[in-house]
């Protein structure tokens, strides 16, 4: 199985700041027929469910704000929120699709510093 | 507007079964896979399961893998999880979801509420 690890656990930020997410895969997850890594991010607001921010590592799913971005390729992959919002506190959550089971990272913690 | 409409979940013992289902509407539902994942009570979230659009192929976390089956009825636009022998570890909420297209190698791009599922005696 793929491992996902995900630092820091918890980051406090202040608004307006730049929060940025590592995850990391325990194998790559790049698929080498079509270039494209198979890594999402998910963001958790309290008694909500996950809602997608960005999938292949880069895409940004529509509708959501573009201080929100992706980027890595293999293993090592990084969320960033350009400039931290007070609606952006949530849990983050990093997913391989790559190979089942499709596992989650462990979710990082954004709150307001 | 995509909606996914959780059901089934409550309390149960230990080793008993229960059915889980998810009434999708807003899409056309055969032409895409659909996902089970979980989250255990102030946990992070746990992929469960994922089957195709044609309901044909399906993955499993080791977690549940023969004990739970996923399935769906495309003529009722209607995903399922069958879970048997429960355990305390199953207790969770468990959210429907839609991916984005038809492979089961996909992300998520819509989830349910969830419904909670309470394993204990």
């Known amino acids: 199985d793929i491992v996902m690890t995900q630092s820091p656990d918890s980051l406090g930020v202040s608004l307006g700041e730049r929060a940025t997410i590592n995850c990391k895969s325990s194998?790559?997850?790049?698929?080498?027929?079509?270039?494209?890594?198979?890594l999402a991010w998910y963001q958790q607001k309290p008694g909500q469910p996950p809602k997608l921010l960005i999938y292949?590592?880069?895409t940004r799913e529509s509708g959501v704000p573009d201080r929100f971005s992706g980027s890595g390729s293999g293993t090592d992959f990084t969320l960033t929120i350009s400039s931290l919002q007070a609606e952006d506190v949530a849990v983050y959550y990093c997913?391989?699709?790559?190979?089942?089971?499709?596992?989650f990272g462990p979710g990082t913690k954004v709150d307001i510093k | 507007e995509v909606q996914l409409l959780e059901s089934g979940g409550g309390l149960v013992q230990p080793g008993e079964s229960l059915r889980l289902s998810c009434a999708a509407s807003?899409?056309?539902?055969?032409?895409?896979?659909m996902s089970w994942v979980r989250q255990a009570p102030g946990k992070g979230l746990e992929w469960v399961s994922v089957?195709?659009?044609?309901?044909?192929?399906?993955f499993y976390a080791d977690s549940v893998r023969g004990r739970c089956t996923i399935s769906r009825d495309n003529s009722k636009n209607t995903l399922y999880l069958q879970m048997n022998t429960l355990r305390a570890e199953d207790t969770a909420v468990y959210y429907c979801?839609?991916?984005?297209?038809?492979?089961?190698?996909?992300?998520?791009?819509?989830w349910g509420q969830g419904t909670l599922v309470t394993v204990s005696s």
């Open positions: 979801a839609k991916n984005s297209d038809n492979s089961r190698y996909s992300a998520v791009d819509y």
């Open positions: 807003g899409f056309t539902f055969s032409r895409y896979a």
């Open positions: 089957i195709d659009g044609s309901g044909g192929s399906t």
């Open positions: 194998q790559s997850v790049l698929y080498s027929s079509n270039n494209k890594n198979y």
């Open positions: 292949w590592a880069s």
């Open positions: 997913q391989q699709y790559y190979s089942s089971p499709f596992t």
